[in-house]
Each structure stands twice: as structure tokens, then as C-alpha cells.
């Protein structure tokens, strides 16, 4: 499977404005943050299955609003939801032949981005 390069997800916001109706954001523009802070943070948890195993988004025509609602979709680029939940290295043991390791270490290879590299080109990000 390919790893996705945008998730979209509905997300349903009540009018703050409506009696008895409460948001956790004093603006639009902050609720619409909020809501893909929130979304970032759940779906981090599925970046090592590459996003197989996330929630499925549900389709808008299928969303049931009531009239002091209003649907709005929330986009999470992939490629920089990885990269910011990146920076956690983890320390893996190597197994190369011996000559290969001597002459990697001759030639100043870094071994540890060329490793990444190749994993990074075999998963296609």
C-alpha cells in the first residue's frame, strides 16, 4: 500500500453564537486549528501501521447536522505529520560483512543515513 499523501476528515462545529451552545475555541479560524491539532494527534498513532489501520472518513453527505451546525473538513498533510513526530531515534543493530564495514569506515560513509535512505526509497516516502 502506498503511503497517503493528505487524510481528510469531517469534523462538525456548532455555532458558538447559538444559547447553550459551547466551543472550545473563541473564533472560527481557532476552532478549525483546534480540530486539526486534535486530528494530528490521534492520527500520529498510525503512523507506523503508513495510516492502514486509521479511522475511515466519513463521507459529508452522510453527516447528520443539526441547524446550529455546520461540517467542515480537516486536512492533515502526511508528509509533515512524519516528519515532526520524526526527530525519536531509535538505536538498531547492523550486520554487514566485515570488508564492507572496514571500507564504509575508509571511505567516511555515514552509515546510519545511508540506511535511512534506502528504507526511506524501499517505503516510498
Known amino acids: 500500500m502506498a503511503l497517503p499523501r493528505k487524510l481528510i476528515y469531517p469534523a462538525v462545529f456548532s455555532y458558538d453564537d447559538v444559547d447553550g451552545c459551547y466551543s472550545q475555541a473563541d473564533s472560527t479560524e481557532e476552532a478549525?486549528?483546534?480540530?486539526?491539532?486534535?486530528?494530528e494527534l490521534v492520527l500520529e498513532d498510525y503512523i507506523s501501521s503508513m495510516f492502514e489501520d486509521a479511522p475511515k472518513s466519513s463521507q459529508i453527505k452522510d453527516i447528520k447536522v443539526e441547524?446550529?451546525?455546520?461540517?467542515?473538513?480537516i486536512e492533515v498533510d502526511v508528509d509533515q505529520l512524519i516528519k515532526r513526530n520524526s526527530s525519536k531515534t531509535i538505536n538498531k543493530t547492523l550486520t554487514l560483512p566485515s570488508w564492507l564495514t572496514e571500507l564504509g569506515i575508509k571511505n567516511k560513509l555515514n552509515f546510519s543515513k545511508i540506511l535511512q535512505d534506502g528504507i526511506k526509497k524501499e517505503l516510498g516516502i
Open 32 to 39: 478549525l486549528y483546534m480540530a486539526k491539532d486534535a486530528l
Open 67 to 73: 441547524s446550529n451546525q455546520c461540517v467542515a473538513l
